[in-house]
Structure formats: C-alpha cells, structure tokens
C-alpha cells in the first residue's frame, strides 16, 4: 500500500457526530483517522458528507431515444445531484431479454456514461433470465404486472414461473404493481382513477402471494400506503410520490403523468408517515422532452426526470428536521447496495470511495441549472440542496457545476460468471 494517498478528504463530518479525515488509495477508502497525507487536498470543513448516492430506478433512454436522455447526459444529472451508481431498467427499445441486448448495453453505457452503473433484465415470456444473470444483470425487472410507458403486462400464472426461475438464481425480482382500468384517460384525475391505490394494493398483495417461498422481491415505486402496509418485501418509493400530488398541477397537465400516478395531496401526505418502513427512495427517472409531454394528455407519455433532483430534495427534508441523516442514507445508499449485492460506499476503510459533499443550506430547483436533456423538472422551484463536489472511484467527478470527464465503470451483479473485458 502506498504511503501517501491518492485523496484526502480532510475534517469530514461523519454522520453520528466524529470528525476525522479520509484516505483514499485506488478507489477504495484506505483509513479513517487524523494527521494523513495525501498528493491531493479536499477541506470538508462546514459540508455534510454523504457516501455516493446509488439511484437503483432510472430510464437511461439512448440508442433510438436519444432525443429524450443519453448515457451522458443522464449520468452527468445524476453526478450534479450526489449520485454515482444508476441501475437502467430493461424497458428499453430493444428490451434488455437476452445476452446480445445486455452487452450492447453495457458497450453503450461504457462509451458515455459519467457515473458507475448496473443494467437490470427483462422480466418477460422469451427473456433469457438465467443467461442474464450469469452475464451479469443486478436484478430483474422492473416486472410489469401493468402495462406501462415501453413495459407490457405479465399475467399471473405466467409471472408465478418466471419468479420460480429468478428464485433458483438467487436473484431480485422488481416488480411494478398496478392494476390498471378501463376509461378514458384524459386528465390527472383520471389517471389516478384509472390506476388507483387500491389496486396497487391488491396488486402488491396478490403477486406476495404467488412469489414462491423465500422469494426476494422488490416492489417499485409504491405510490399510497396501503400497498407499502401489505408489501412483503423490500419498499421503494419516489421523490415524486413524497412531494408532489397532481393537485398541484392543471388536471390537464401531461407534465405531470406518470405510472403510477400522482395520488391526491391526503394521499401523499400518508406516505411520509411510513418513512420508517420505506427501504429504498428511487427516482424513477423517466425522462421525456417538453414537445412530447405538451400534446394532448391522453397522448402524453407517462414519467419523469428525477435522479439530479433526488438526494437534493431529501437533504432539504432533513435540514428541516423532518428525517434524519442517517435514514436518507440508508434509503438512497446503503440499503439499495446491500438489496442488489453491490459493493458499497462508506466510511470505514475497505469500501467504494464515493462521496458527496453538500452544502448546509437550501437552495432552489432551476430547471435551467439542471442536466438531463428533458430540459424540465416538476420540482421547479422548490427547496434544495445540491452537492459542491462528487467524489467518485477515489476522484474528483464534479466540483462546483463542472465535470471532470471520468468514465464511469459497469457494476456486474452477484451472478456474474464472465470476463469483463470481452464485453
């Protein structure tokens, strides 16, 4: 081991009270302590250091939806908002459902992404679920039990054996839960009418009752907490269905469409009051460009952007005493790790060096500061606090709105059997 370090973070507040300064060797934290030194200097002093944040829900877009997002520049919004793991969901055109499409992937993320990143599988009729898992998929799904924006519904009988096959994988099945009704879907109101809380419930519970036994199962974006009340399994949820319901847009708003939907402000309230139950917030990130999102609302497609706004919206929940420190972490770090079987970041020698460091007040959402290629956020305007500086794989990412350039690194999942650079 070097003597000197690669990095020092010096006067780091560690979450639970402890001052000390952080060595970094080769990515990895190296030692924790005082008097360190260090080719390369960072002064902590009055930050709140996070470990990097691990976004295990987004829609990295590319290939022939380059319009909406690229792997460059979703990765560039989620470095900007402390965030430097993305898993990209499998509801791409093409799909990720076998090995070709898997690799093409990881080729494509390689070549633009910014941040380290994991690509989930398929969950369908002809997907290659085992062939995936052995080239390194980090979970599976998110699984449609609706039909949603590229993802086609899975009937029961059909999902209960392809949960039975991620299950002999020792694998994490995602599962997104709606039951979804006819209607004409032409308003916010509408589409929460069509897509209620009560069947995400029933939903949620039906599919915990066909899982085999020991099933690990992962439920996506739960949007009211009945479902979280009934969840048996690890819980996620959204920034979107913390702070925001579609009353506080025009009902025709297309903007403002996404699956599930937003609920009514009561509803969303409720969630907060789960907080304790909930694992993991995600971001869902499902970028679409304004044009697309502007046309008539039973047109609109559903999702929005989200990963550069995530942790920043949280931590002005925590300045403001509503949540720990310690719980954000967990939700946005820790937890989704130790969930996908990933190494994680920390601040105890041995982990991934990844760090955020945030100022200690609030700001307020930009669009036009932000960097997702949606070029708009639902947030505009609301209390934030974004990162000065991303620490990534032991180096300097981004500090104070530029980028470093770095590449990010692919993150196979534990089933993983192959040879990196064959890929």
């Known amino acids: 081991m070097k003597s000197v370090a690669d990095l020092l973070m010096k006067n780091v507040a560690i979450p639970g009270g402890r001052i000390a300064d952080i060595a970094i060797r080769d990515g990895i934290v190296g030692h924790v302590g005082a008097g360190l030194r260090a080719e390369t200097i960072i002064d902590a002093t009055g930050f709140l250091c996070l470990p990097g944040g691990v976004d295990m829900h987004v829609h990295m877009r590319g290939g022939v939806q380059a319009q909406k997002e690229t792997w460059a520049t979703g990765t560039r919004s989620a470095l900007a908002g ?35 990143f ?37 009937g029961h009988t059909e999902l209960a054996s392809l949960l039975g096959r991620i299950r002999r994988l020792g694998g994490l099945a995602t599962i997104h839960a709606e039951d979804v009704l006819i209607g004409m879907d032409d308003s916010l109101s509408a589409h929460n009418a069509l897509r209620p809380g009560t069947g995400e419930a029933q939903t949620v519970a039906r599919i915990g009752a066909l899982a085999p036994d020991g099933m690990a199962l992962h439920y996506c974006h739960l ?34 469409k996404v699956n599930p939907p937003l609920r009514r402000e009561k509803a969303r309230s409720k969630v907060w009051s789960r907080w304790d139950r909930i694992d993991v917030v995600a971001s869902d990130h499902a970028p679409h460009t304004l044009p697309e999102k502007s046309v008539a609302f039973a047109d609109a497609p559903s999702g929005i952007p989200g990963v550069e706004t995530m942790i920043p919206l949280l931590l002005a929940a925590v300045l403001e005493g509503r949540i720990s420190l310690a719980s954000l972490i967990d939700k946005t770090s820790y937890t989704p790790c130790r969930l996908l079987g990933i190494p994680c970041a920390g601040f105890v020698p041995g982990v991934r060096a990844d760090f955020a460091l945030f100022p200690r007040k609030k700001d307020r959402v930009d669009p036009d500061a932000l960097h997702s290629r949606a070029g708009w956020t639902p947030y505009e305007g ?42």
Not at 121 to 148: L, N
Not at 408 to 413: F, L, M, S
Request: with cysteine; glycine share 12%.
């Open 82 to 116: 402390g965030v430097t793991v993305v898993i990209d969901q499998p509801n791409q055109l093409p799909p990720v459902a076998d090995i070709p499409t898997l690799k093409a992937r990881i080729r494509e993320a390689k070549q633009e992404s910014l941040c380290n």
């Open 118 to 154: 994991g690509i989930n599988g398929s969950v369908s009729r002809d997907a290659d679920i085992e062939g995936m898992w052995r080239a390194g998929v980090t979970a599976f799904g998110e699984t449609f039990a609706a039909p949603s924006s590229y993802g086609e519904a899975i």
């Open 223 to 256: 949007s009211c907490i009945h479902s979280i009340d009934v969840a048996a399994g690890s819980v996620e949820v959204t920034p979107h269905h913390l702070f925001l319901s579609y009353e506080m847009f025009d009902d025709d708003d297309g903007r403002a």
């Open 382 to 423: 609301m209390e934030a606090v974004f990162p000065a500086q991303v620490i990534m794989n032991g180096g300097i990412a981004y500090h104070d709105g530029e980028f470093t350039g770095s590449p990010g690194t692919w993150v196979p999942g534990r089933g993983y059997m192959g040879d990196q650079s064959q890929i």
